[in-house]
């Protein structure tokens, strides 16, 4: 039996009015190496799991049998919280068990992916990992939206973490009319701008009264970040999933300057870096 190699990208949820229905696929990758092995072993520089309990074996765990295949994994996604690196994990564990089980990639892609979304619990990160580009999740399935060229993306990504289930466990059960109605508005404006490339209208819906406000008090130096991402020279910004990273929108031009106006105003607890999205989503090939 041959090995799989499986490369997927990072992603941001949410986007500002879209709880748990909007994501975007962004050019930073987790990549995980499975190979038919007498034991079990798994091997990386990240600080995670090299057992069993680590996310992306309990996925390939769905499918294939871990106790004889030999891991190794590799990735550019920030562990701090916010940028999908568990929808990665999971996504890539379930696609390299179906390839290694003999599964056409492009069937296995979308087997992976209803297996992330109930792994995960919701299927904003896990849609936009696997498609690429822009998610919105409908009842019957993911639609894909390309970004516009001329947008691009800052990421502040706080050294210090914030547990999902804590993020999860600040939001009500419910909400006032009124803030629903807001979001409805503010993520029309967003497709919009999507669908028409204008950035002008892009940045008039990034605005959110669902969960960035009940969410301030655990991460109040990337709260006070997305009030002041204008003066930094961007866009617009908005909490990136969860949470504590910032996702700064920005024209390209401007991607240089909103770089170092974000390092100085974060230096000393934050991680600045520039990243591109990515209309490619999760990849597989044999290693022969």
Same mark, same amino acid.
């Given at each position: 039996?041959?090995?799989?190699?499986?490369?997927?990208?990072?992603?941001?949820?949410?986007?500002?009015?879209?709880?748990?229905?909007?994501?975007?696929?962004?050019?930073?990758?987790?990549?995980?190496?499975?190979? +038919?092995?007498?034991?079990?072993?798994?091997?990386?520089?990240?600080? /995670?799991? *090299? =057992?069993?309990?680590?996310? &992306?074996?309990?996925?390939?765990?769905?499918?294939?049998?871990?106790?004889?295949?030999?891991?190794?994994?590799?990735?550019?996604?920030?562990?701090?919280?916010?940028?999908?690196?568990? &929808?990665?994990a999971r996504v890539a564990?379930?696609?390299?068990?179906? /390839?290694?089980?003999?599964? $056409?990639?492009?069937?296995?892609?979308?087997?992976?992916?209803?297996?992330?979304?109930?792994?995960?619990?919701?299927a904003d990160n896990a849609?936009?990992?696997?498609?690429?580009?822009?998610?919105?999740?409908?009842?019957?399935? &993911?639609?894909?939206?390309?970004? +516009?060229?001329?947008?691009? !993306? /800052?990421?502040?990504?706080?050294?210090?973490?914030?547990?999902?289930?804590?993020?999860?466990?600040?939001?009500?059960?419910?909400?006032?009319?009124?803030? #629903?109605? !807001?979001?409805?508005?503010?993520?029309? #404006?967003?497709?919009?701008?999507?669908?028409?490339?204008?950035?002008?209208?892009?940045?008039?819906?990034?605005?959110?009264?669902?969960?960035?406000?009940?969410? &301030?008090?655990?991460?109040?130096?990337?709260?006070?970040?997305?009030?002041?991402?204008? $003066?930094?020279?961007?866009?617009?910004?908005?909490?990136?999933?969860?949470?504590?990273? /910032?996702?700064?929108?920005?024209?390209?031009?401007?991607?240089?300057?909103?770089?170092e106006a974000a390092k100085?105003?974060? *230096?000393?607890?934050?991680?600045?870096?520039?990243?591109?999205?990515? =209309?490619?989503?999760?990849?597989?090939?044999?290693?022969?």
């Amino acid at each position: 039996m041959p090995g799989v190699r499986v490369r997927v990208p990072a992603s941001s949820a949410n986007l500002g009015p879209g709880f748990d229905v909007l994501a975007v696929a962004l050019d930073r990758w987790l990549e995980l190496e499975v190979v +038919p092995a007498r034991e079990f072993s798994f091997t990386t520089d990240l600080d /995670v799991p *090299r =057992d069993g309990t680590n996310i &992306a074996v309990e996925a390939f765990a769905r499918v294939g049998d871990p106790g004889h295949a030999a891991f190794t994994m590799r990735s550019e996604i920030p562990l701090s919280g916010g940028l999908g690196s568990s &929808a990665a994990a999971r996504v890539a564990g379930a696609f390299a068990a179906l /390839v290694m089980g003999g599964e $056409e990639p492009r069937e296995a892609r979308h087997a992976a992916l209803a297996i992330a979304i109930e792994l995960e619990g919701h299927a904003d990160n896990a849609s936009a990992a696997v498609l690429g580009g822009v998610s919105v999740e409908l009842p019957d399935g &993911a639609l894909t939206l390309t970004v +516009p060229q001329r947008l691009g !993306f /800052v990421i502040v990504a706080p050294h210090e973490a914030v547990e999902t289930s804590k993020a999860r466990a600040a939001l009500p059960a419910s909400v006032p009319m009124a803030d #629903a109605a !807001f979001n409805v508005g503010q993520a029309m #404006a967003l497709a919009a701008g999507l669908a028409s490339r204008d950035l002008e209208l892009l940045a008039r819906g990034l605005g959110d009264r669902l969960h960035q406000p009940y969410r &301030a008090h655990l991460y109040p130096r990337s709260t006070d970040l997305v009030a002041n991402a204008k $003066e930094l020279g961007a866009l617009d910004a908005t909490i990136s999933g969860a949470g504590p990273t /910032v996702l700064l929108w920005c024209e390209r031009d401007a991607i240089p300057g909103v770089v170092e106006a974000a390092k100085e105003q974060t *230096r000393g607890w934050a991680d600045v870096f520039a990243v591109d999205p990515s =209309d490619r989503g999760a990849e597989a090939a044999l290693i022969t």
